[in-house]
Each structure stands twice: as structure tokens, then as C-alpha cells.
């Protein structure tokens, strides 16, 4: 299997800079128009892909943790669907190619390529004889995104029935055949979501973080009961595993973390003060 590391030249540690340069380094050295062996485009076209990948820092934890398999029709379990996304954030680079979502390493096309390494445009074409893609914008809420929704718009002045999968984050493209829509998704009043994980943040007693208790957690699917530890301490951080987002098209699902954060009251009773003196002289 293809190792996206060795066929840029870099390490699991490299820097976006460093990966930017080995990429470009690469491309010039494999590019179909510059180099001549038989399997320059085979090489050119591995190159691109493994830059498309580690550029992204969202691709790029998917990889390390899943492999080449988590960027294959179908992969990690899913069944191919009527479109294939990508997790490119749409404002960092707007354009992708024609198959498959891939970019070009900060060029808009792969004859700006050819362009910056050989000083002039290609004479095979650029961006002018391509055809321009349309794109458009939808607006999710949190849930919609979370849950997937299908929604009627308009697209070319034509009314369209758009299905969008559970699990698309802000800035997922979702390519149609006829057109690219890009997702915007409105923040959550308190889940903070990082790909496919969310977090929230969870206050409990002084008392409960002394002794444990039991807490009430909001997670996707409903409130859940969860037990709190005796002697928990600020800023513990509990996984519930696969109570997170789905990723598209596919039975997996992220995780939630639950933060805790122990409220300290500013103002006590007598009692309770003289209580939390007995528990000082306890506990030192």
C-alpha cells in the first residue's frame, strides 16, 4: 500500500511548510510535460493525491489513523453514494479537479503548475478551456449537519430536492454531477465540534468532585446518566466512545469528550462554611 510520507519525502513530523515544499520539489520533478519516463503520470498523479492528503490537517489525522482504505470509494465500511466529498476547507482553497476532489497545492489548476515551474502557460491549455464547475452555497444548522437533511433549493433558477448526508462539516463540498455545493453550519449554543469529535464543557459541585456522584451529560442522541469520580479534578476529561458525529456515508461515528469544570460557589452559608472547616482539617 502507498505510503503518502515516503512518496513526498517527508516524515509523520513535517511541518504544512515542509510538506508544501517536498510537494512542490515532486511535482517538478514528475510532472508529464518536464518528465518523459513512462511512469511520470502514474507518479505525478500519487504525488498530487498524497499532497491532497497531508495538506489537510483533517485528511491527514484520518490517514495516519486509518490509512489509504479511509480515502477510497466506500472506505472504513461505507457504501459509495451519489457524490464524493472532501474535507477541504472551501475558503483556504475554492477550486478542486475535475475527479475525485484532489488540489493542486495552493494552484488552481494543475496548468498554473506548469506555468510557475516552466514560465509559461501550457500549451495543452489552462483554466480558460476548462469548464468552470458551478458552486453553491447551503446553510445547515448544527443538528442538520449532524443528522443529514434533505432540502428543496433552487439551483439555476430550477427548484431541486437536495439530500445532504449525516456527519458534513462547515466547509465539506459536496460534488453533484452537474454542480459542487459547499456547506456552511452554524455553531452549537454549547457541543464544540473538531471534525468528527465534539466536546462540551460539563460544571459539577465542589462536593461531587470531592466524593463522585452521578450527572446528568447532553450528548447527540439524548441526555445520559454519568458517574463522576471521587476526587475528580478540573479540567478531567471523560470519552464516551462513538457518541460523536457520523462520518458520511459510513455506520462510524466520532466520539464525545465531557470536560469537567468544579463550580466554586463565592458565597456559603454558616453551616457550610463551618462544614468545609472540618473537611479542610480532614483532608489537610
Same mark, same amino acid.
Given at each position: 500500500?502507498?505510503?503518502?510520507?515516503?512518496?513526498? /519525502?517527508?516524515?509523520?513530523?513535517?511541518?504544512?511548510?515542509?510538506?508544501?515544499?517536498?510537494?512542490?520539489?515532486?511535482?517538478?520533478?514528475?510532472?508529464?510535460?518536464?518528465?518523459?519516463?513512462?511512469?511520470?503520470? &502514474?507518479?505525478? #498523479?500519487?504525488?498530487?493525491?498524497?499532497?491532497?492528503?497531508? =495538506?489537510? =490537517?483533517?485528511?491527514?489525522?484520518?490517514?495516519?489513523?486509518?490509512?489509504?482504505?479511509?480515502?477510497?470509494?466506500?472506505?472504513?465500511?461505507?457504501?459509495?453514494?451519489?457524490?464524493?466529498?472532501?474535507?477541504?476547507?472551501?475558503?483556504?482553497?475554492?477550486?478542486?479537479?475535475?475527479?475525485?476532489?484532489?488540489?493542486?497545492? /495552493?494552484?488552481?489548476?494543475?496548468?498554473?503548475?506548469? &506555468?510557475?515551474?516552466?514560465?509559461?502557460?501550457?500549451?495543452?491549455? /489552462?483554466?480558460?478551456?476548462?469548464?468552470?464547475?458551478?458552486?453553491?452555497?447551503?446553510?445547515?444548522?448544527?443538528? &442538520?449537519? %449532524?443528522?443529514? %437533511? &434533505?432540502?428543496?433549493?433552487?439551483?439555476?433558477?430550477?427548484?431541486?430536492?437536495?439530500?445532504?448526508?449525516?456527519?458534513?462539516?462547515?466547509?465539506?463540498?459536496?460534488?453533484?454531477?452537474?454542480?459542487?455545493?459547499?456547506?456552511?453550519?452554524?455553531?452549537?449554543?454549547?457541543? #464544540? !465540534?473538531?471534525?468528527?469529535?465534539?466536546?462540551?464543557?460539563?460544571?459539577? =459541585?465542589?462536593?461531587?468532585?470531592?466524593?463522585?456522584? %452521578?450527572?446528568?451529560?447532553?450528548?447527540?442522541?439524548?441526555? @445520559?446518566?454519568? #458517574?463522576?469520580?471521587? /476526587?475528580?479534578?478540573?479540567?478531567?476529561? %471523560? !470519552?464516551?466512545?462513538?457518541?460523536?458525529?457520523?462520518?458520511?456515508?459510513?455506520?462510524?461515528?466520532?466520539?464525545?469528550?465531557?470536560?469537567?469544570?468544579?463550580?466554586?460557589?463565592? !458565597? @456559603?452559608?454558616?453551616?457550610?462554611?463551618?462544614?468545609?472547616?472540618?473537611?479542610? #482539617?480532614?483532608?489537610?
Amino acid at each position: 500500500m502507498t505510503d503518502y510520507y515516503q512518496v513526498l /519525502g517527508v516524515t509523520k513530523n513535517a511541518t504544512p511548510d515542509q510538506i508544501k515544499t517536498a510537494y512542490r520539489k515532486q511535482a517538478l520533478a514528475w510532472h508529464p510535460d518536464r518528465n518523459k519516463s513512462p511512469e511520470s503520470h &502514474e507518479k505525478f #498523479k500519487e504525488i498530487n493525491k498524497a499532497y491532497e492528503v497531508l =495538506s489537510d =490537517s483533517k485528511k491527514k489525522t484520518m490517514y495516519d489513523q486509518y490509512g489509504q482504505d479511509a480515502f477510497e470509494k466506500g472506505g472504513m465500511g461505507g457504501q459509495e453514494g451519489p457524490f464524493t466529498y472532501t474535507y477541504t476547507n472551501y475558503g483556504d482553497n475554492p477550486f478542486s479537479s475535475q475527479e475525485g476532489g484532489a488540489d493542486f497545492g /495552493g494552484f488552481s489548476d494543475p496548468f498554473e503548475i506548469f &506555468e510557475q515551474f516552466f514560465g509559461f502557460r501550457s500549451p495543452f491549455g /489552462g483554466r480558460g478551456q476548462q469548464q468552470k464547475r458551478q458552486m453553491y452555497e447551503i446553510n445547515l444548522t448544527f443538528d &442538520e449537519a %449532524v443528522k443529514g %437533511v &434533505e432540502k428543496q433549493t433552487v439551483i439555476n433558477g430550477e427548484s431541486r430536492k437536495i439530500k445532504v448526508p449525516a456527519g458534513v462539516d462547515n466547509g465539506t463540498r459536496i460534488r453533484f454531477s452537474d454542480f459542487d455545493l459547499v456547506v456552511a453550519v452554524k455553531a452549537h449554543p454549547y457541543f #464544540k !465540534r473538531d471534525g468528527q469529535d465534539i466536546y462540551i464543557e460539563k460544571d459539577i =459541585s465542589y462536593p461531587t468532585a470531592v466524593i463522585g456522584g %452521578v450527572v446528568d451529560v447532553p450528548t447527540l442522541e439524548g441526555s @445520559i446518566k454519568l #458517574k463522576v469520580r471521587a /476526587g475528580t479534578q478540573l479540567g478531567t476529561t %471523560v !470519552r464516551l466512545q462513538g457518541q460523536g458525529v457520523p462520518y458520511p456515508n459510513t455506520s462510524r461515528k466520532g466520539d464525545e469528550y465531557v470536560i469537567y469544570k468544579v463550580h466554586v460557589p463565592t !458565597r @456559603i452559608s454558616g453551616k457550610a462554611k463551618r462544614l468545609l472547616e472540618e473537611l479542610k #482539617k480532614e483532608i489537610g
